[in-house]
Each structure stands twice: as C-alpha cells, then as structure tokens.
C-alpha cells in the first residue's frame, strides 16, 4: 500500500528551527512536496522535492532522500504566523500524477 | 486573478438528496481533483482528472462520481449522500507536470444530516 507519517504536532518557540519529518511508502514516486494550511484556510504550496537535497525558500527549506524515502521541511526564525498545519505529499505515477498527502502536522509557535 | 472557485462555501443537506460541488479554474490546468479532510486523517483524495474526459478514482472514491467536459469545470456530484460523507471538500488544480504545485479553493463544508 501507500502511506505518509509525519508527527501529528510539534511545538517550537518563536525564533527558533523546527523540523517536520516524513517518511513514505509509495510506488511510482516522483517527488515530495509541502503545503501548509492555516485554520479555516485553504492548503498552500510550499515546496517541492523532485531530486536529493535541499531546497531553500526564504525561511523554509525542503529536504529529499529517495533512498531512505524521507524527507523533511525546516522552518527557520520561526514567527506566530507560522503556527499552522503542514502536509507531506507524495506525487506518485500510479495511475497519473496522483497526490497523496500525509495526515498532517499541527506546529505551534510559542512567544 | 488566478484562483480555483469552489460553491456552495457552505452546505447542510439530508440523507439521500442528490448534490453538486462545482469547481472551477482559470489557469488553463491540465490536472484537477477532488480531497475530502476529516480530522486525523489528512486530504484524501477522492477523484482526479488528468484532462478533458479523463478521470480516475482516487482512495476514496465510494458514493462520489465526477465529470470533466470542460476544462476548466471539475463538479463534484453526490447522488445519494449519506452523514459519513459530512466532511470539509477542496478541490484542486495544477499543471501537467509533477512538480506544479497543487492550487486549491477555498473549500466547501458539507453536512449531510
């Protein structure tokens, strides 16, 4: 079968790094992405991972490693903004480009 | 502007009355799709469309059926729904390739009553 974990909530001051992991089991996988969704809002991209190592966008910085299927999201200088939820999703060749997300991690930052 | 539009933002309904969620996207996107999210379990993915007249099932896709006979338009259809199908609904469209990003509407609350 195909399956995403990520941890259900990380709590990090403001200021500080936190890093949210993802571990998958897919067939056909293609790339690992990041959305993030505040309460009441709509998902919004974040990152995508098509090939090993690290992408930097600002702030957040997205990790792949197809060998270990793991891949991580870092968010540096944490600010209150940044308390959300935040999914891994795999895009797989199954059948076409098929997404499939992880259950989700709740951060919340601190002052 | 760019944006996927999804209606009725809000809809309570009863068991067994026939419903549509329209979905609608202005970027020309080859790929649309279909997520219910219930607490816990993250999107999950009900239905997508690779183009025109083309769809698939996703994870979830019992009691739901779907067209696409426009580009741009992706409805979402229940015919009979029962309360297990109460759930938050986002739709959501992006390009061909696999590193498009995935643009989702505003979503639509659905309880079935």
């Known amino acids: 079968g195909q399956s995403l974990e990520q941890p259900s909530e990380v709590t990090a001051v403001e200021g500080a790094i936190v890093q949210i992991n993802c571990t998958y089991q897919?067939?056909?996988?293609?790339?690992l992405s990041w959305y993030q969704q505040h309460d009441g809002g709509a998902p919004t991209f974040l990152s995508y991972n098509g090939l090993d190592g690290l992408e930097e966008t600002g702030r957040f910085s997205s990790f792949l490693s197809r060998s270990d299927s793991y891949g991580y999201l870092l968010l540096q200088e944490l600010q209150m903004k940044d308390s959300a939820s935040y999914f891994c999703?795999?895009?797989?060749?199954?059948?076409?480009?098929?997404?499939?997300f992880g259950a989700g991690t709740r951060l919340f930052v601190k002052a | 502007e760019a944006q996927v539009t999804q209606n009725p933002r809000y809809l309570i309904t009863v068991t067994g009355k026939k419903l549509t969620v329209t979905c609608s996207q202005n970027m020309n996107h080859e790929y649309m799709s279909w997520y219910r999210q219930d607490p816990g379990l993250g999107l999950r993915q009900i239905y997508y469309?690779?183009?025109?007249?083309?769809?698939d099932k996703g994870d979830v896709p019992e009691g739901y059926k779907v067209s696409r006979k426009e580009k741009r338009n992706f409805p979402l259809i229940l015919e009979s729904p029962s309360p297990n199908q109460t759930s938050l609904y986002f739709c959501?469209?992006?390009?061909?390739?696999?590193?498009?990003?995935?643009?989702f509407g505003n979503g639509t609350r659905l309880t079935v009553t």
């Open positions: 897919t067939s056909g996988f293609y790339g």
């Open positions: 469309s690779m183009n025109v007249e083309v769809t």
């Open positions: 999703a795999v895009i797989t060749g199954a059948g076409g480009f098929k997404t499939i």
């Open positions: 959501a469209s992006s390009g061909a390739g696999s590193n498009s990003p995935l643009h």
